[in-house]
Nanobody
Framework: QVQLVQSGGGLVQAGGSLRLSCAAS????????MGWFRQAPGKEREFVAA????????YYGNSVKGRFAISRDGAKNTVYLQMTSLKPEDTADYYC???????????????????WGQGSQVTVSS
């Protein structure tokens, strides 16, 4: 059974940085898409970033381009979300997600993903 365990998050001032981690276990992830989503109170879940584990191809939501970076460490089976130049509007619960890659442009759709982490709270103060 695939498990995604998140760590990181917390409280940071605007302009600061945080890194989220998502440790994956339960199988090989060589052909998986890994994504990060966020959900603020009263809002829909929003696509943040995604990476194809084998090719390393990365995708970003428009609101985080140039500020956030997704990466993976094969030796640790871990996906990271490095967040810089944080803004109060980045405040949300962040979730990592995974599924076997199916091609196409579904990586931005939360319904595409099979497995989810437990969530990490990120609060950015102004």
């Amino acid at each position: 059974q695939v498990q995604l365990v998140q760590s990181g998050g917390g409280l940071v001032q605007a302009g600061g940085s945080l890194r989220l981690s998502c440790a994956a276990s339960g199988r090989a992830f060589s052909n998986y898409d890994m994504g990060w989503f966020r959900q603020a109170p009263g809002k829909e879940r929003e696509f943040v970033a995604a990476i194809n584990w084998s090719s390393g191809t990365r995708y970003y939501g428009n609101s985080v381009k140039g500020r956030f970076a997704i990466s993976r460490d094969g030796a640790k089976n871990t996906v990271y979300l490095q967040m810089t130049s944080l803004k109060p509007e980045d405040t949300a619960d962040y979730y990592c997600a995974a599924r076997a890659a199916a091609g196409g442009d579904y990586y931005q759709d939360a319904n595409y993903y099979t497995y989810w982490g437990q969530g990490s709270q990120v609060t950015v103060s102004s």
